[in-house]
């Protein structure tokens, strides 16, 4: 039986995978399994997968087959140190979360952390290099020492004003 953490996880992920199917009238789903499948001291999977197992296992969102460059993570946690990203200060799970992302990514890929807490919301994070690309109302630079510069920002209105920039991001 599942941990009540690995549960409310695996929810978040579904949850993320029915908008985004909803989203772009296309099929997202969960990783089966999810949990760095090909990522950390996995990564060796990726000698004897081929490109489309490799592409369906990175993250924990299986996109459309022509989103070949879309690498998502999903975290859901009681808590965030929001007033962290406010300081010069490191934020441990952040960084953790980044350098998962990142592990198991592709040069070109465009990758996404979609983030819930407990009673304060849900948010995006994704690499400062596409920040022009995107209409923000409002985000908080955070910069990784190990990982560079990132964007946080509300779920919501970043999904309503960027469907189809993340699109063209993540396709062939």
């Known amino acids: 039986?599942?941990?009540?953490?690995?549960?409310?996880?695996?929810?978040?992920?579904?949850?993320?995978?029915k908008h985004l199917s909803s989203l772009?009238?296309?099929?997202?789903?969960?990783?089966p399994g999810s949990g760095a499948y090909i990522g950390g001291k996995n990564s060796v999977r990726k000698d004897f997968l081929h490109e489309g197992q490799i592409r369906s296992m990175k993250g924990d969102i299986v996109p459309p087959l022509?989103?070949?460059?879309?690498n998502a993570e999903c975290k859901s946690y009681a808590d965030f140190p929001f007033h962290q990203?406010?300081?010069?200060?490191?934020?441990?799970?952040?960084?953790?979360?980044?350098?998962?992302?990142?592990?198991?990514?592709?040069?070109?890929?465009?990758n996404i952390?979609?983030?819930?807490?407990?009673?304060?919301?849900?948010?995006?994070a994704?690499?400062?290099?596409?920040?022009?690309?995107?209409?923000?109302?409002?985000?908080?630079?955070?910069?990784?020492?190990?990982?560079g510069k990132w964007v946080f920002t509300d779920y919501d209105s970043f999904w309503?004003?960027?469907?189809?920039?993340?699109e063209k991001l993540s396709k062939v």
């Open 126 to 147: 994704f690499e400062h290099k596409h920040f022009k690309k995107f209409k923000l109302q409002k985000s908080v630079d955070y910069y990784s020492k190990k990982n």
């Open 1 to 17: 039986m599942p941990s009540k953490s690995k549960t409310k996880g695996n929810s978040w992920e579904n949850t993320v995978s």
């Open 24 to 31: 772009y009238g296309s099929h997202f789903m969960r990783v």
């Open 85 to 110: 990203l406010f300081t010069a200060g490191e934020i441990k799970i952040l960084d953790t979360w980044i350098e998962q992302t990142l592990e198991v990514a592709d040069t070109d890929d465009f």
């Open 160 to 166: 309503s004003e960027n469907k189809d920039v993340v």
């Open 113 to 124: 952390i979609m983030m819930k807490f407990n009673r304060k919301g849900s948010y995006v």
């Open 66 to 70: 022509n989103w070949k460059h879309f």
